[in-house]
C-alpha cells in the first residue's frame, strides 16, 4: 500500500500536481512536457489510423505494391551520370584552327576568341584569361600523355570566374553558340576544368570516347567521319568532333638516292641537315657549353632564321653536308619536292590504327546520351574489319553500376541470412525486408523531383537509407513477436508494436534527415558533388519510415499467423522438466 501512495505522489509530483512542481521547472522542462502532450496526441491519432488500415488491409496492401512496382519505371526518367557536376567557376575551351594554320597565326584567333570571351562574361565575374597555344617544346610531355592539343594550330584557354559567380554552364553555353557563329572556321570544344572530371575522364577531353578501328585508314576515317554527323544531332550531345585530322598540308622532299650518292651523301645525311636547318641542332646533335666564368651550361643549337625559309626556292638552297664534313651541296641537287598532305597526328589501339570521336553532354544525363549513341552504333554499317569501342566515364560508369547494384543485393541477402541466424526463422527477416521497397520509391520520387540523377553518390545514399529503414523495421517485428508470444492475436501485436515503437523509428529516421538536409541542399563549396548522397537518404527514409508504421505491421498480420517459437523460453522449459524428472 505504502508503495502504490510513494509511486501515486512520484506521478503527481512529474505531472506538476498537488505540489506546484510544474511552476519550478524550467523552460527546457516545459518544453518537453508540451512536446510529449502534442507528441501522445499524434500517437493517438497514428493508432487510429492503423486501426483503419488493418480494417482494409487487403487494399492497401495491394495499392502500395501496385506504387512501388510503378515507381521503379522513375528510374528510365531519372537518368544515370557517374558523379554529379561541380561547379567549380573553370572553364578550359579548347580552341582549334584549319589545319597547318602556322603558330603566329593561330596566336591571332586566340587574341579574337579572347576579346570575344571578356565581351560575354562581364568584367566583375572574370578573373583570368590564360593561352596555351600550340605543342609543347619538349617530347617528354608528350611521351607521358595523350593530350588534346595535336599542332600549332590548336591550344586550349583557361578561364578562371571569381566568387559568387552565374552559373558556369551558362557561360559555356553562350560561348559556344557565340564563338561558332563569330569563328566558323575554327572548331570548339570545352573539356573538364576541375580536378575531379579530369580524373574521371581517365585524360581524355570528353566524358564519351566513341573508339573506330580497323587496318585500313581510310575506310576508318570514313566511318569515323560518319559517325562524327550522327552523334552531333543526339540531344544532349555537344562538343563533337574527330579528334584526328588527316589533312595538313606538307612538303614532301624526295631524295634522289642515285644524284645523292653521286655527290657523296646518304639520305640520312639529307635529314639531317633539313633537321638542322629547320628545328635546329639540338634535335639530332645536342651540345652543351659550360661557361667558366659562373659554371652553368648552356644549350648551344644551330638553326636557319624561320623568316628565310619564306618560298620552295628558299628551302631548296638549304646546304646539305655529309657526315664527314668533306661533302656539301644544295638541297635541289638531289631532291624533288611537292606539296602533299598528312596526318597530323596517328593513333593506334592494340596496333590497330584507331580515330577517336568525343562528345561532350549537356542538360542530359550521360546514360542517356550513351544510349543513344549505342543505337546510332548499331545503325551504321560498318565495312570489314572496322569495329567500334565506346570508352571514357561512360565504360567506367557502367561497370560501377553493375558492382553497386549487385553489392547491393549481396548486402541485402547477406542481411537476410543473418537475421534468419538471429531469429531462427525464415519468416521475421522477410516481414523485415519489407521496408525496403518502400525506401527505393521514395529514393527515386526525391531524385526525380529535385532533378537529380542516379550516381555513385546516390547509390550509397540509397544504401545508407536501406540499412535504416532494415533497422526500424526490425524494432517492429521483434515486439510484434514479443506481444504475440504473450498471447495476443497478429493483428493485436502489430497494433501494439506500431503504437509503441513509433518513438524510436520517428527519432532515429528524423535524426538522419535532419543531418542529411544540409549535404542535400548543396551547402558549402563543392556541394553539388554530395547532394544525391543526401537526397537519397532523405527521400528513402520519409517513405520508408510510412511503410514501417503501417506496410509491414500489415504484412506482420498476413504472414505471421501463428506466434514465434521463444527458443530460449522452450530450452528452459525443458530444462525444469528435466530436473524435475530427476
Not at 290 to 310: A, C, E
Request: include cysteine; proline fraction near 4%.
Amino acid at each position: 500500500m505504502a508503495h502504490h501512495m510513494l509511486t501515486g505522489e512520484i506521478e503527481m509530483y512529474q505531472k506538476g500536481e498537488g505540489g506546484h512542481a510544474a511552476e519550478s521547472e524550467g523552460v527546457i522542462w516545459r518544453i518537453h512536457h508540451a512536446f510529449n502532450r502534442q507528441f501522445e496526441k499524434m500517437r493517438n491519432i497514428y493508432r487510429r489510423h492503423l486501426v483503419w488500415a488493418f480494417d482494409h488491409r487487403g487494399v492497401l496492401a495491394a495499392l502500395f505494391i501496385v506504387f512501388c512496382v510503378a515507381t521503379m519505371g522513375l528510374g528510365l526518367l531519372v537518368g544515370r551520370d557517374f558523379f554529379p557536376y561541380v561547379d567549380s567557376g573553370q572553364m578550359r575551351l579548347h580552341v582549334r584552327a584549319p589545319e597547318g594554320t602556322r603558330i603566329e597565326e593561330t596566336e591571332r584567333i586566340y587574341a579574337g576568341v579572347e576579346a570575344e570571351i571578356r565581351r560575354l562574361i562581364p568584367a566583375n565575374q572574370l578573373r583570368t584569361i590564360v593561352d596555351n597555344i600550340g605543342l609543347p617544346t619538349s617530347g617528354i610531355n608528350l611521351a607521358y600523355g595523350d593530350i588534346a592539343t595535336i599542332g600549332s594550330s590548336d591550344g586550349v584557354i583557361l578561364i578562371a570566374l571569381r566568387e559568387n559567380h552565374d552559373p558556369t554552364q551558362e557561360y559555356e553555353r553562350q560561348l559556344r553558340d557565340d564563338l561558332r557563329e563569330k569563328f566558323p572556321q575554327e572548331t570548339f570544344f570545352f573539356m573538364a576544368a576541375n580536378i575531379t572530371n579530369q580524373i574521371l575522364n581517365f585524360g581524355i577531353p570528353s566524358p564519351i570516347d566513341i573508339q573506330v578501328l580497323g587496318r585500313n585508314a581510310k575506310a576508318t576515317f570514313a566511318t569515323a567521319e560518319e559517325i562524327s554527323r550522327r552523334v552531333a544531332v543526339i540531344p544532349g550531345a555537344v562538343d563533337v568532333h574527330l579528334r584526328q585530322e588527316m589533312t595538313a598540308p606538307v612538303v614532301e622532299v624526295n631524295v634522289d638516292r642515285t644524284e645523292a650518292n653521286q655527290a657523296g651523301l646518304t639520305e640520312r645525311d639529307v635529314a639531317n641537315s633539313m633537321f638542322i636547318s629547320l628545328s635546329s641542332s639540338g634535335q639530332v646533335a645536342p651540345n652543351q657549353w659550360l661557361n667558366p666564368l659562373n659554371g652553368v651550361s648552356y644549350q648551344i643549337s644551330v638553326q636557319t632564321p624561320q623568316y628565310r625559309i619564306d618560298s620552295f626556292d628558299a628551302l631548296r638552297l638549304t646546304p646539305i653536308t655529309g657526315a664527314t664534313g668533306n661533302t656539301t651541296t644544295l638541297l635541289k641537287n638531289v631532291s624533288h619536292m611537292r606539296r602533299s598532305s598528312l596526318p597530323v597526328i596517328v593513333n593506334h589501339y592494340n596496333v590497330q590504327p584507331v580515330f577517336d570521336v568525343y562528345a561532350n553532354i549537356d542538360r542530359r544525363d550521360l546514360g542517356g546520351v550513351a544510349g543513344d549513341i549505342d543505337r546510332v552504333l548499331q545503325k551504321v554499317k560498318l565495312p570489314a574489319g572496322v569495329t567500334t569501342k565506346v570508352r571514357g566515364q561512360v565504360e567506367t560508369m557502367e561497370s560501377s553500376f553493375i558492382r553497386l547494384g549487385l553489392g547491393m543485393l549481396f548486402a541485402i541477402l547477406l542481411v537476410y541470412l543473418l537475421m534468419v541466424i538471429n531469429f531462427q526463422s525464415w519468416l521475421d527477416p522477410f516481414i523485415i525486408l519489407m521496408a525496403i521497397p518502400g525506401a527505393l520509391s521514395g529514393i527515386l520520387w526525391m531524385l526525380f523531383l529535385t532533378g537529380t540523377t542516379l550516381n555513385v553518390p546516390s547509390l550509397m545514399g540509397c544504401i545508407m537509407a536501406i540499412g535504416v529503414a532494415t533497422a526500424n523495421s526490425i524494432l517492429m517485428v521483434v515486439f510484434a513477436n514479443d506481444e504475440q508470444s504473450a498471447g495476443k492475436s497478429a493483428r493485436e501485436a502489430a497494433i501494439s508494436a506500431g503504437y509503441t515503437r513509433i518513438r524510436p523509428v520517428i527519432m532515429t529516421a528524423l535524426a538522419m534527415i535532419i543531418g542529411m538536409a544540409p549535404m542535400a541542399l548543396a551547402m558549402g563549396e563543392g556541394g553539388e558533388q554530395n547532394a544525391p548522397l543526401g537526397r537519397a537518404v532523405i527521400g528513402g527514409l520519409i517513405l520508408a519510415t510510412f511503410s514501417t508504421l503501417f506496410f509491414v505491421p500489415i504484412m506482420y498480420s498476413f504472414l505471421r499467423t501463428k506466434a514465434p517459437v521463444n527458443l530460449d523460453r522452450q530450452i528452459e522449459e525443458e530444462y525444469h522438466e528435466g530436473e524435475q524428472f530427476a
